[in-house]
């Protein structure tokens, strides 16, 4: 800094040294006639000849013409306004300035010119392309012989460069003095004095900062020696600041000064001339950080002791490993928990000693760990030197290529969540089994009743056909019941195709408005979606529809109850990209749908919003409800890849939100009008039934021998598949899914090998493969199923199989 300030003050005393001259010899030659003495009258030709050559810029104006106009401009004075000649003749010279120039200096060179004298003054000019200059002009009247005013000469002097310089010298001064007051770090310049064999005996100090004090407790040392200031002063500090003085190599050190029980940490540079032997201090008072490292070393001591000894020490599996899975330190509770030593576990690898079925989860805890991100509670089986494996929890930290982690043995604590969750599994299946037995018990007590009455020959045909109806009524009560267990227990058949939520939402809410009664309000929200062009795309998933809508209708039949048959029902549709965590699990990140049902009722306990899901639980009154509306809608979440949330509080009303995956690049399925009318006549439709169960099988082969149907009776695949081989064949084949040996979805994909076209219709009241694996789009009809459903889904398929075998002849 002060090398810069020094080169600019010496620019500026030369800039300022030229100036003097230049206005020193315009003056000479513009100097005002004497008492009784006329300004040179030579020839005028001659007078502008010698104005053009000069390098100075001229001007001459004519003050007998009428605004006094400039009669002449050198090229000179062309080139620093920018204008040419014939744009500056005619012209006064105001039209040079502009609103910055100061009206005083207008003033002083208006009043000059009416009194025909010389001026010199400093104005603000603008060029033709609107930039500034600042123009030293001075004016001169000329005189003829006779006296009489000719002309006014008007020379130029272009010192924007000088007073620039002058501004930044000046800001460069001020920006050096505010840094030099405002640095928290001590700041001195000293002047070294040297004896005749060129050793370092002194220095004095030339400047020294206000913060000089503060670190060093010494005041008023300009102008001093240190001599007086630090009498004691250690002979290392002369001869390092002595080495920089005559090399000019700057240092930077730490160093103490016993006499004023300080450390310091010092940078010293030469400046200026290397004869003026000065130099810039920046320093800093460094005591107590030296203390402090002191006491740190000694905590550093403490600390290695107590590390090794928890290392030592430590039950928990302690490890360093590097991000490529290669052992670098173990501690002893290896040996002691798994039998290994240091020596057969370092530079092996960490994956070596995981077991199998856990190795995935073990390589996503590294690209964790390289991302840079912090392990928690990973729990995976570790080899024992014996092979047997125990559970071990691991937390890590990453550390530049390598990590840091801690392994607790979790093994007895596993084994007791195993037998916790076996125990709730317990109590869930006696809750669900007491739930069914007193439902169906109820069921059956209708039916029995009513067999028991249909056998009085004394009955009346009204009262048969009541105890008849009854019958049917308590068996779809009891299908309906038996399809929510499934529901639940996610084992339900589903029959998915892509649809619209937003449009099945709509078509649901009229119903649900029925549900509900006059005094809930129902309102429906689909936020739209666009795509790239700007074009509304439908909220498309692949699920049942069915079991869609009744999830949808259990959920608005929950909220009516909660709300007492009067408030607000809300069901909004819209696009999120992701399941929340819930029920200790993380959040899913993904493309859905999510449907929500919120009310006004009453909320839900906090206690019972771990329960709502669980079959059979319910917090309504005896008589008001099954317990197993939500079941369905949980099971039906899960089985459809879904999930559904309830947020409540008491008072708060609550807020159901299914979440369904969204249907990515495709299209809803074509709706059909070609149902056929239930128990229409078959007309001779042959019919090969494959059922393993003889009273299932007997009473499909003689409910379709009386609608018209030729029927055929297998108990298995295998003969099912042998009877198709013989004449006269059949139309159709309507089998079981759960039978020994083959079941009915292997059988059916083989009869689409062999007889491509046959028509296959599935029926079962459960399976896991369907439940898992779904129909492989066969027609299926759910157990127990009505004569009107059989017929029907039977004359559907040869149906459409006859439309299909149409097309392909054409």
């Given at each position: 800094m002060?090398?810069?300030?020094?080169r600019?003050?010496t620019?500026n005393?030369?800039?300022?040294?030229e100036?003097?001259?230049l206005?020193?010899?315009?003056?000479?030659?513009v100097?005002?006639?004497e008492?009784?003495?006329q300004?040179?009258?030579?020839?005028?030709d001659l007078?502008?000849t010698?104005?053009?050559?000069?390098?100075?810029p001229?001007?001459?104006?004519?003050?007998?013409?009428p605004d006094n106009?400039?009669v002449?401009a050198n090229?000179?004075f062309q080139?620093?306004?920018?204008?040419?000649?014939?744009?500056?003749?005619?012209?006064?010279?105001?039209f040079?300035?502009?609103?910055?120039?100061?009206?005083?200096?207008?003033?002083r060179?208006?009043d000059a010119?009416?009194a025909r004298r010389?001026?010199?003054?400093?104005?603000?000019?603008?060029?033709?392309?609107?930039s500034?200059?600042?123009n030293?002009?001075y004016?001169?009247p000329v005189?003829?012989p006779e006296g009489q005013l000719?002309y006014?000469f008007?020379?130029?002097l272009?010192?924007?460069r000088?007073?620039t310089?002058?501004g930044?010298?000046?800001?460069?001064?001020?920006r050096y003095r505010?840094?030099f007051?405002?640095?928290?770090?001590g700041?001195?310049?000293?002047?070294?004095?040297?004896?005749a064999?060129?050793?370092?005996?002194?220095y004095?100090?030339?400047?020294?900062?206000p913060a000089?004090?503060?670190?060093?407790?010494?005041?008023?040392?300009?102008?001093?020696?240190?001599?007086?200031?630090?009498?004691?002063?250690?002979?290392?500090?002369?001869?390092t600041y002595?080495a920089?003085?005559l090399?000019?190599q700057?240092?930077?050190?730490?160093?103490?000064v016993v006499a004023l029980?300080?450390?310091f940490?010092v940078?010293?540079?030469r400046i200026?001339?290397p004869?003026?032997h000065r130099l810039?201090?920046?320093?800093?008072d460094?005591?107590d950080?030296r203390?402090?490292?002191?006491?740190?070393?000694?905590?550093?001591?403490?600390?290695t002791?107590?590390?090794?000894l928890?290392?030592?020490?430590?039950?928990?599996?302690?490890?360093?490993c590097g991000?490529?899975g290669?052992?670098?330190?173990?501690?002893?509770?290896w040996?002691?928990?798994?039998g290994?030593?240091?020596?057969d576990?370092?530079d092996t690898?960490?994956d070596?000693?995981?077991?199998p079925?856990?190795?995935?989860a073990?390589?996503?805890?590294?690209?964790?760990?390289r991302?840079?991100?912090?392990?928690d509670n990973?729990?995976?089986?570790?080899?024992a030197?014996?092979?047997s494996?125990?559970w071990?929890?691991?937390n890590?930290?990453?550390?530049g290529?390598h990590?840091?982690?801690a392994g607790?043995?979790?093994?007895e604590?596993?084994?007791?969540?195993e037998q916790?969750?076996?125990?709730?599994?317990?109590?869930?299946?006696?809750q669900?089994?007491?739930?069914?037995?007193?439902?169906?018990?109820?069921?059956l007590t209708v039916i029995?009743?009513?067999t028991?009455l249909?056998?009085r020959?004394?009955?009346?045909?009204?009262?048969r056909?009541?105890?008849?109806g009854?019958?049917?009524?308590t068996v779809?009560r009891a299908?309906k019941?038996?399809?929510?267990?499934?529901?639940f227990?996610?084992?339900q058949?589903?029959?998915?195709e892509?649809f619209d939520?937003?449009r099945?939402?709509?078509s649901?809410a009229?119903?649900?408005g029925?549900l509900?009664g006059?005094r809930?309000r129902v309102?429906?929200?689909v936020?739209p979606?666009r795509n790239?062009e700007g074009?509304d795309?439908?909220h498309?998933?692949?699920?049942d529809?069915?079991?869609?809508?009744t999830?949808l209708?259990?959920m608005?039949?929950?909220?009516?109850d909660?709300?007492?048959?009067e408030?607000?029902?809300?069901i909004g549709?819209?696009?999120?990209?992701?399941?929340?965590?819930?029920r200790a699990?993380?959040r899913?990140?993904?493309?859905?749908?999510?449907?929500?049902?919120r009310d006004?009722g009453t909320?839900i306990?906090e206690?019972d919003?771990?329960?709502i899901f669980?079959p059979?639980?319910t917090?309504?009154?005896?008589?008001q409800?099954?317990?197993?509306?939500?079941s369905?809608?949980?099971?039906f979440?899960?089985q459809s890849?879904?999930e559904?949330?309830v947020e409540?509080?008491?008072?708060s009303?609550t807020t159901f939100t299914?979440?369904l995956p969204?249907?990515m690049?495709?299209h809803?399925?074509?709706?059909?009008?070609?149902?056929?009318?239930?128990?229409?006549?078959?007309h001779g439709?042959?019919?090969?039934?494959?059922e393993d169960n003889e009273?299932?099988g007997?009473f499909?082969?003689?409910?379709?021998?009386?609608?018209?149907?030729?029927?055929?009776?297998?108990m298995n695949?295998e003969?099912?598949?042998?009877?198709?081989?013989a004449?006269?064949?059949?139309?159709?084949i309507?089998?079981d899914v759960?039978?020994?040996g083959?079941?009915?979805i292997?059988?059916a994909?083989e009869?689409r090998h062999r007889?491509?076209?046959?028509p296959?219709?599935?029926?079962?009241?459960?399976s896991h493969?369907?439940?898992?694996?779904?129909?492989?789009?066969f027609?299926?009809?759910?157990k127990p199923y009505s004569?009107e459903?059989?017929s029907?889904?039977?004359?559907?398929a040869?149906?459409r199989?006859a439309t299909?075998?149409s097309r392909?002849r054409?």
């Open positions: 002060d090398i810069e300030n020094e600019l003050r620019e005393r030369e800039l300022q040294a100036i003097a001259r206005r020193e010899r315009n003056i000479s030659h100097r005002r006639p008492s009784g003495q300004t040179s009258a030579a020839d005028v007078l502008f010698a104005a053009e050559k000069t390098r100075m001229q001007i001459v104006t004519d003050p007998n013409q106009p400039i002449f090229r000179a080139d620093l306004c920018g204008y040419s000649a014939e744009e500056l003749i005619g012209r006064n010279c105001r040079l300035q502009g609103p910055d120039t100061d009206p005083a200096d207008i003033a060179v208006r010119i009416s010389d001026v010199v003054v400093e104005i603000l000019n603008y060029r033709r392309d609107g500034t200059f600042r030293e002009l004016v001169s005189f003829t000719r006014f008007a020379s130029q272009d010192v924007t000088f007073r310089e002058e930044m010298l000046a800001e460069s001064e001020a505010t840094l007051n405002a640095l928290d770090a700041f001195c310049v000293i002047e070294m004095r040297f004896d064999e060129g050793k370092a005996i002194d004095r100090f030339v400047e020294a900062n000089f004090a503060r670190h060093t407790g010494l005041d008023d040392v300009v102008g001093k020696w240190v001599s007086e200031v630090v009498p004691d002063l250690e002979r290392t500090w002369l001869d002595g920089v003085a090399s000019g700057a240092v930077r050190f730490e160093s103490g029980g300080r450390w940490e940078q010293a540079l200026g001339e004869v003026q810039a201090l920046l320093f800093n460094v005591t950080r203390l402090a490292e002191g006491v740190l070393r000694d905590t550093a001591r403490e600390r002791t107590e590390r090794d928890v290392w030592r020490a430590s039950r928990d599996l302690l490890v360093v991000f490529d290669i052992y670098r330190a173990v501690n002893p509770a040996t002691e928990m798994l290994w030593s240091e020596g576990l370092v690898s960490f070596d000693y995981v077991y079925d856990d190795k995935e073990a390589a996503a805890a590294f690209a964790q760990l991302a840079g991100e912090v392990l990973l729990d995976v089986r570790i080899r030197a014996d092979g494996y125990r071990v929890s691991w890590a930290i990453p550390q290529d990590f840091y982690a607790r043995d979790v093994t604590r596993r084994a007791l969540e916790l969750r076996q125990s709730q599994k317990l109590e869930a299946v006696g669900l089994t007491g739930g069914v037995a007193h439902d169906f018990n109820n069921l029995r009743s009513s028991d249909l056998k020959p004394d009955l009346s045909e009204e009262r056909q009541r105890y008849i009854a019958i049917s009524d779809t299908a019941l038996t399809g929510q267990l499934l529901a227990a996610r084992r058949a589903l029959t998915p892509v939520v937003g099945s939402v709509a649901v009229d119903m649900v029925t509900t006059a809930i309102v429906t929200n936020t979606v790239a074009e795309v439908p498309l998933i692949d699920a529809p069915s079991q869609f809508d999830a209708v259990n608005a039949i929950n909220a009516r909660a709300m007492g048959g408030g607000r029902l809300d549709v819209r696009r999120a990209s992701g399941i929340p965590a819930v699990h993380p899913i990140p993904g493309d859905f749908v999510a449907v929500s049902v006004t909320g306990a206690g919003l771990d329960r669980e059979f639980f917090t309504k009154g005896v008589g409800g099954t317990g197993l509306g939500l369905q809608v949980f099971g979440a899960k890849g879904g559904v949330l409540s509080a008491p008072g009303g299914l979440y969204r249907a690049g495709r809803m399925a074509e709706e059909t009008d070609d149902e056929p009318e239930p128990l229409a006549d078959g439709t042959r019919v090969l039934v494959v009273e299932v007997a499909a082969t003689q409910a379709l021998r009386e609608l018209g149907y030729e029927t055929a009776w297998a695949a003969k099912a598949l042998e009877m198709l081989q004449p006269p064949g059949f139309d159709v309507f089998s759960v039978m020994p083959m079941n009915g292997d059988m994909r009869i007889h491509p076209g046959m296959v219709v599935l029926a079962s009241g459960y493969v369907l439940a898992e694996e779904g129909t492989h789009g027609p299926f009809l759910k004569v459903d059989l029907r889904i039977l004359r559907r040869v149906s199989a299909g075998a392909q054409r």
